[in-house]
């Protein structure tokens, strides 16, 4: 395997461009400086700094040059570099070939008896359709097929609701039953998962270590060697000893890793399980993707994923995305000539509803996901970088262990080395070829349990368990992560792009302010003041220009509005002024819609009343609206349309800016006539006609109220104070994103509301890239801004060196979140086309939850710094130990079971004890972490060696002096005194670790003991390991070549452990520099590889 020395942990990789990291022992060198000690290097395969939309040849790169014992279990939570072709083979086969795949998948449930279980997971259908008059079979082969024929045949839409016993308008009933009923005839929308991996397979990949399955041949080698020469009741100790250490230290890797894969699992499920809205009843309900049936109705709108197979209803400039399932990335408009929608694919624009008529495994989709693995691996910036420190160590460790393995080989035939007795154990000419040969194998065996403890084989896998820990912490914190980098790189995030509304905002919204027939209402919702028409067309253009939904119980109960935020607040304004909202959409009828479009603001739609007169009806931005409407509509006489006067237009404009800076968001509502003659009358026309925009009469403008968030104030203050600069970028009337900003605290004043630092989105894409790039640092509050402005936004301040997390909810700021470092979406408000292009699902769509997630990136790179600090520490202290002992005395006194045991201790439960750290406020008085920054700080790099330097200096003093020290006796007794003197050692080096693992809890911190208690799995390991230690070193003495101590020697132990923590405090006093030491050990290789390339 080749093999290349690393820059990484030990050789800085990663910056974030502007700040240095406290806890890593960050200063204050200029920009300059830094770029010029920490810039990248594009020879080192492990300088992956952004592993978001890395290359595979990269990712491959890194893979090829890392040293790796154990392959399977190191590279299981990457990439599947080969996935994509997986995935487009599968598709393929099963366009080709679905009938005869859901069938051999049906065939395999019925055998495990899953068909008749109505409420399992995978349900499926059975051969009755009970009382609906459709047969399964048929409508499956009707939408998979797209067979319009089958559909005429079936009467249309109309008719295959009929037979489904659905409502095209109202869905299917809201009863518990009929959804059973459904399930039981066609199927729930569910699909039989892969079953994960097995603990055994867990325990099978442990097993593949390579020093391990060496130390298993050396120990059965030992064993037989000592059961032929020293009998069954001796001879199995030397070699059975070692071969249960190593089989511990499987099991105890296996469960660990199976318990991580389980939390993996879990939280796959819960990606998976998308909430949408279905009609039942009459009533819009919110429900899981599993619960949709066939005969649901279903609306669509842009960013929504297709919940099923089916069959359009009705839509307008509906635009589906199927390359999902087609591979083809090209747009498919759907109409009545066009109604088949695939179960999978993504709503890329318009708006529409659909009748369910295929769910499961009666779909592409469903037997697509039922064929393929989800595939939980994914490379983080971290990982790599620790495979690449892991490489450079584990080098080190394999020339320490060669050097012990000479030296102890010459040693051994020169006929200098001596056992415990004293005895010479090599003597030319008599000792005999079985001595030789098991007397090299415990050598041998010493040699490899160095490299099991040098190559820190769980650095890299640290990773895993940390983010493991802290992605099921943060779904406490409402965060859901589906990017496992994303959650480290928050730690490095320098500017965080906010969304307004409902991110920064309750997204509560109400109407408080009204102008109509132009002047302000008293009362805003009190139509007393309104002439009967004006009411009657504000409440058509309400009832019919909307997403929403208005339901009347058939009890009486209250009134059930749905829809979004703003939506519900006009809706729910237009009915206290006594909008009927059934009879309106009855009585009038829907020709065309232009859907709200975050680029022009604005969306409105074409009504037929009757058969001869046709209403334009525009709803949106109101100082866009109201620019470009040429009549008002007067209070007194509804049919004196007037042109909109020089005056009114500015009494309108001061309206609207005093609305705003009262933080309000302003929605103008305005129709026109339009003559019947010049509506298309072909369909296909229809679709390409657009909407006339001229000659509007503004009806009224209302001013929506959506108070900020509780708590807000503080978590801006919080980030700022951790220097993360918050940006809100909103597409709202740069006076009310101001008033908004000002409340938030992210804007300290008015005075500093002046451009760029607020500035319209407009303003900003009309400069250059240069231009954009000097602006973008100044920007704090962007206003009217479009995706694609947020897009630019995000774009410049990256070039600049940022880190930047983007908030965004919509279908078009995709782009925007896909571009950014950290993508966060909105689990409420956002489409599932924005999560699915996000790294982290903000749950409850709260700014303060997105602070929550940046105090856990920082945690996550705090605790494997802690964890690198803890392990190396040992590392250094026992290879020192074993080679000066080695070279000097030709044995060592730290044995193969022993180094097992210290390992055990080191990868797996100190990595438990301290990448599980739960994050604390310190982390937020910090800079953030830069992700150029040495993985091994100067702050780290005094610690471990304070630790390592004591350990070896007592442990030396021990090895050669022990016997003196001790008040060992030297008589006849000799071999038991060494005995004795080697298990102090032992215990000693144990005793060191175990206090040792409180100073790596606090790096840059006197008080190591600050929040022990709050992290109960810490303290239990390290009562565990104590414990433990007692009982090896009291009970299992021939087992791990060890005698029982007195309690006097317990109590010196403890004393030599425990000096480590006044030691870490007089440590900490002891100044760093300001520039790294990786950049000293970086400039030899760089001075190198230049004299090798001129």
């Given at each position: ?357 295929g769910v499961g495994i009666n779909t592409e989709w469903g037997l697509l996901m039922a064929s393929i693995s989800e595939d939980t691996g994914e490379e983080t910036p971290l990982q790599v970088r620790l495979n690449g420190l892991a490489t450079f160590i584990g080098i080190v460790g394999l020339t320490v262990a060669l ?54 084989e769980g650095l890299p896998l640290a990773v895993t368990l940390t983010l493991a820990y802290s992605m099921r912490k943060m779904m406490a914190d409402k965060a859901l992560v589906r990017r496992l980098s994303a959650c480290e790189t928050m730690g490095s995030a320098t500017t965080i792009c906010s969304d307004k509304t ?461 016997l003196s020290v001790l008040g060992l006796k030297q008589g006849s007794n000799h071999a038991h005194a060494v005995e004795v003197k080697n298990t102090m050692i032992f215990n000693a080096f144990v005793m060191c670790q175990i206090f040792n693992e409180f100073n790596a809890r606090k790096p840059d911190e006197m008080n ?87």
């Amino acid at each position: 395997m080749s093999t290349t020395s690393s820059s990484n942990g030990l050789l800085p990789t990663s910056m974030s461009g502007r700040h240095d990291d406290v806890e890593a022992g960050g200063s204050d060198r200029t920009q300059d400086e830094h770029h010029e000690q920490l810039e990248h290097d594009p020879d080192d395969p492990f300088d992956l700094d952004n592993t978001k939309n890395a290359s595979a040849q990269s990712l491959r790169r890194w893979r090829q040059a890392a040293l790796v014992l154990n392959a399977s279990r190191r590279f299981r939570y990457t990439l599947d570099l080969n996935k994509e072709e997986h995935y487009e083979s599968r598709r393929r086969m099963i366009r080709a070939h679905a009938q005869v795949i859901r069938a051999a998948l049906l065939f395999k449930l019925a055998g495990e008896q899953q068909v008749a279980v109505a409420s399992s997971s995978t349900t499926t259908p059975s051969a009755s359709t009970g009382n609906f008059d459709i047969d399964l079979e048929k409508l499956v082969s009707m939408t998979r097929n797209q067979n319009m024929s089958s559909l005429q045949q079936h009467g249309g839409v109309k008719g295959v609701a009929e037979k489904l016993k659905s409502n095209l308008e109202q869905g299917i009933e809201e009863d518990e039953k009929e959804v059973i009923d459904r399930k039981n005839a066609f199927g729930s929308n569910t699909y039989p998962k892969k079953k994960g991996k097995s603990f055994y397979m867990f325990l099978w990949e442990a097993w593949q270590d390579l020093t391990l399955i060496i130390l298993i041949i050396a120990a059965v080698t030992s064993l037989a060697l000592g059961i032929k020469t020293e009998g069954l009741k001796e001879g199995w100790l030397d070699g059975g000893s070692i071969a249960f250490a190593v089989l511990l230290v499987i099991i105890v890797t296996a469960v660990s890793d199976y318990r991580q894969s389980l939390q993996f699992q879990n939280l796959n499920d819960e990606k998976r399980n998308i909430q949408l809205e279905v009609m039942r009843g009459g009533r819009t309900v919110k429900i899981s993707i599993y619960d949709v049936v066939v005969g649901d109705v279903i609306p669509l709108r842009i960013g929504d994923q297709v919940p099923a197979d089916g069959v359009l209803i009705s839509g307008h400039s509906l635009a589906i995305d199927e390359s999902s399932m087609t591979g083809e990335s090209k747009i498919v408009n759907k109409d009545q000539n066009s109604p088949f929608l695939m179960s999978g694919c993504k709503v890329a624009d318009g708006v529409g509803s659909m009748l369910v008529t295929g769910v499961g495994i009666n779909t592409e989709w469903g037997l697509l996901m039922a064929s393929i693995s989800e595939d939980t691996g994914e490379e983080t910036p971290l990982q790599v970088r620790l495979n690449g420190l892991a490489t450079f160590i584990g080098i080190v460790g394999l020339t320490v262990a060669l050097v012990v393995l000479v030296a102890l080989l010459v040693r051994y035939f020169t006929g200098t080395t001596q056992d415990s007795s004293g005895a010479t154990q090599f003597v030319k000419g008599k000792t005999s070829i079985s001595d030789i040969v098991d007397d090299c194998v415990k050598i041998f065996t010493i040699a490899v349990t160095i490299v099991v403890v040098a190559v820190p084989e769980g650095l890299p896998l640290a990773v895993t368990l940390t983010l493991a820990y802290s992605m099921r912490k943060m779904m406490a914190d409402k965060a859901l992560v589906r990017r496992l980098s994303a959650c480290e790189t928050m730690g490095s995030a320098t500017t965080i792009c906010s969304d307004k509304t409902g991110t920064l905002t309750l997204n509560q919204m109400t109407v408080v302010e009204t102008y109509a027939g132009g002047s302000k209402m008293d009362v805003a919702d009190n139509p007393s003041g309104l002439h009967p028409k004006l009411v009657a067309l504000i409440s058509e253009g309400v009832a019919q220009n909307t997403t929403g939904n208005v339901f009347h119980p058939k009890d009486g109960g209250e009134v059930e509005i749905s829809g979004s935020p703003t939506e519900k607040a006009i809706l729910s304004w237009a009915y206290k002024l006594g909008m009927k909202f059934d009879t309106i959409r009855s009585e009038s009828a829907i020709i065309h819609a232009f859907p709200f479009n975050s680029e022009k603001k604005r969306g409105g739609v074409a009504v037929l009343r009757g058969d001869s007169e046709v209403f334009i009806h525009w709803k949106g931005a109101a100082e866009i609206d109201y620019n470009i409407c040429l009549y008002f509509a007067l209070i007194s006489n509804i049919n004196n349309i007037s042109c909109l006067e020089i005056i009114l237009q500015e009494f309108f404009r001061l309206a609207i800016d005093a609305m705003a800076k009262n933080s309000l968001r302003c929605v103008a509502i305005a129709c026109r006539t339009q003559e019947l003659n010049k509506v298309p009358k072909e369909q296909e026309d229809l679709d390409k006609w657009s909407l006339p925009e001229d000659e509007l009469t503004l009806l009224a403008i209302v001013g929506i109220k959506d108070p900020c968030r509780p708590g807000v104030r503080e978590a801006v203050r919080i980030c700022t104070s951790a220097g993360v600069k918050v940006r809100m970028v909103t597409g709202d009337n740069l006076q009310t994103a101001k008033a908004i900003a000002l409340e938030c605290g992210i804007l300290a004043s008015d005075t500093e509301a002046v451009e760029p630092t607020i500035i319209e989105g407009k303003v900003f894409r009309e400069l250059s890239e240069k231009e954009r790039e000097q602006v973008a640092k100044r920007i704090t509050v962007m206003g009217r801004s479009s995706p694609n402005d947020k897009l630019l936004l995000v774009q410049a301040l990256r070039k600049n060196g940022d880190v930047v997390a983007v908030t965004g909810d919509g279908t078009n700021d995709a782009p925007a979140l896909h571009e950014a470092d950290i993508g966060l979406s909105m689990g409420i408000s956002g489409t599932e086309v924005a999560k699915e292009s996000s790294d982290i699902i903000i749950l409850d769509d709260n700014f303060a939850s997105v602070v929550k997630v940046v105090r856990w990136g920082r945690s996550v790179y705090a605790n494997i710094q802690k964890f690198i600090q803890f392990q190396l520490t040992v590392n250094v202290a026992a290879l020192i130990i074993n080679v000066v002992a080695a070279m000097s005395s030709g044995d060592v006194p730290l044995k193969a079971v022993q180094l097992l045991w210290v390992n055990l201790i080191m990868d797996t439960l100190g990595a438990l004890a301290l990448a599980t750290e739960p994050p604390t406020d310190h982390l937020m008085h910090r800079t953030p972490v830069g992700r150029r920054e040495p993985l091994i700080t100067n702050i780290m790099w005094r610690n471990l060696l304070v630790q390592s330097l004591y350990q070896v200096a007592v442990l030396l003093v021990l090895n050669f002096a022990g016997l003196s020290v001790l008040g060992l006796k030297q008589g006849s007794n000799h071999a038991h005194a060494v005995e004795v003197k080697n298990t102090m050692i032992f215990n000693a080096f144990v005793m060191c670790q175990i206090f040792n693992e409180f100073n790596a809890r606090k790096p840059d911190e006197m008080n190591v003991f600050s929040g022990v208690s709050k992290n109960p799995l810490f303290v239990a390991i390290v009562g565990v390991t104590f414990v433990l230690q007692i009982l090896i070193v009291t009970f299992l003495g021939e087992f791990a070549h060890t005698v029982a101590l007195s309690w006097q020697l317990w109590l010196a132990s403890i004393v030599i452990g425990l000096v480590s923590w006044p030691l870490a405090v007089v440590g900490k006093l002891i100044p760093v520099p300001r520039t790294p030491m990786s950049v000293y050990f970086k400039k030899p290789f760089r001075k190198y590889r230049a004299s090798r390339s001129a």
